[in-house]
C-alpha cells in the first residue's frame, strides 16, 4: 500500500498531500463553493512554495464537479501545471503500473 499522504498525494509539480484523500472521499457531484468552504484552507505544495484551494478554486472556470480526477485537473490547469501548460512533468503518472499510485484520482470505496 503507497503513502496516500506523500509523493502519492503529487500531480504534474504539485503536492496535494492529504488533501487528495479527502478529495477522493469526498461525495459527488460537487460545486466549488462547497469544496471552497469544506477544503479551501488546504495548502498545496507548487514549486518552491505553497498556495491555498480557495485561491486556486477561484480561478477555475468549472461551477461543479463529479470526479476527484476533475477537482485535480481544474486546480492543475489554475496553477499552470495542468494539460496543456508547458514545463509541465507527469510526475506520478502511474506508470510503474502500481494500480494505486499517485495518478490514481478515483474514488475511494465507502
Known amino acids: 500500500m503507497g503513502d496516500e499522504n506523500g509523493e502519492h498525494g503529487r500531480a504534474a509539480g504539485v503536492t496535494f498531500g492529504p488533501l487528495k484523500r479527502a478529495l477522493r472521499e469526498h461525495s459527488y457531484p460537487v460545486s ?5 468552504e469544506q477544503y479551501g484552507g488546504f495548502e498545496l505544495e507548487v514549486g518552491g512554495g505553497s498556495e491555498r484551494l480557495e485561491t486556486a478554486l477561484e480561478r ?34 502511474g506508470a510503474e ?11 475511494l470505496s465507502m
Not at 32 to 36: A, D, Q, R
Not at 97 to 107: L, N, V
Request: aromatic share 4%.
Open 60 to 93: 477555475c472556470e468549472r461551477t461543479r464537479f463529479h470526479e476527484p480526477q476533475e477537482v485535480r485537473d481544474a486546480v492543475l490547469r489554475a496553477l499552470g501545471e495542468g494539460p496543456g501548460s508547458e514545463g509541465v512533468t507527469a510526475e506520478g503518472s
Open 97 to 107: 503500473g502500481d494500480g494505486g499510485g499517485a495518478d490514481d484520482w478515483s474514488r
Open 32 to 36: 466549488v463553493g462547497e469544496l471552497i
